[in-house]
């Protein structure tokens, strides 16, 4: 009952966060994937469900984030010669930007006088959740933690990006969505597809290989890490 009650009620909050979504002109604040984490810890909370009871049931829209990931690579196929293009550039703009979110992290952590294990969890922060838990888990850090800190940073990046872009007065799709996917990984991605087809496809992109240049990163940089 439980397991059915889980897919329902997530399921039934994205649509309806889809419907708010397109009501409000896809305003930042109105994101799907932010409104319905934020249905869902209401639920949770009103109701007394235990997150891991919660988890275990939707395990199978869990699972599902692995062949939608792998989706991805559709869009960014149908801009391929645009790729073509821009690589060398987007290898850079990861390399700087990976490098950037990770010492930026500690540095303000540090800076707040952070724990040292708080810092290790924080350092994966702009990566999505499973590559975050296994970095963490493998420096020392809190795999529950990691994940805190990477939906925090998902949220953020989901709900500022396009401010930000505006301010910075940033028009080209390809910039936009290489961005907000380096930056804010899975949401940042789901808000780049709200922008455009091809901002998407290159948020995707962003993500993946943010993940990789993360977990090589991290252990180079831990030294730094006070």
């Known amino acids: 009952m439980m397991e059915l009650l889980a897919l329902i009620m997530t399921l039934g909050f994205y649509l309806a966060a889809r419907r708010i979504s397109s009501w409000g002109k896809d305003h930042p604040l109105l994101s799907p994937p932010v409104l319905t984490i934020l249905a869902v810890i209401i639920m949770l909370l009103v109701f007394k469900i235990p997150y891991k009871e919660y988890f275990q049931s939707a395990r199978p829209i869990h699972f599902m984030l692995g062949p939608a990931t792998v989706a991805l690579a559709l869009p960014l196929y149908n801009q391929l010669e645009k790729l073509k293009k821009v690589l060398a550039p987007l290898m850079v703009a990861l390399v700087i930007g990976s490098t950037v979110g990770i010492l930026s992290a500690v540095f303000f952590g540090a800076l707040f006088g952070l724990p040292h294990d708080v810092l290790l969890a924080l350092t994966p922060k702009s990566v999505t959740t499973p590559i975050a ?18 939906m925090i940073t998902g949220i953020a990046g989901a709900i500022v990006a396009t401010t930000v872009m505006k301010l910075v007065r940033v028009q080209d799709p390809v910039v936009k969505g290489f961005a907000m996917g380096l930056a804010a990984h899975g949401l940042g991605t789901v808000r780049a597809f709200q922008i455009s087809e091809m901002a998407g496809a290159f948020a995707g992109l962003a993500m993946a290989l943010n993940g990789l240049m993360t977990a090589i990163l991290v252990p180079l940089l831990l030294s730094l890490i006070p």
């Open 133 to 150: 838990m296994g970095i963490a888990e493998k420096i020392g850090g809190a795999p529950s933690l990691a994940t805190v800190f990477v």
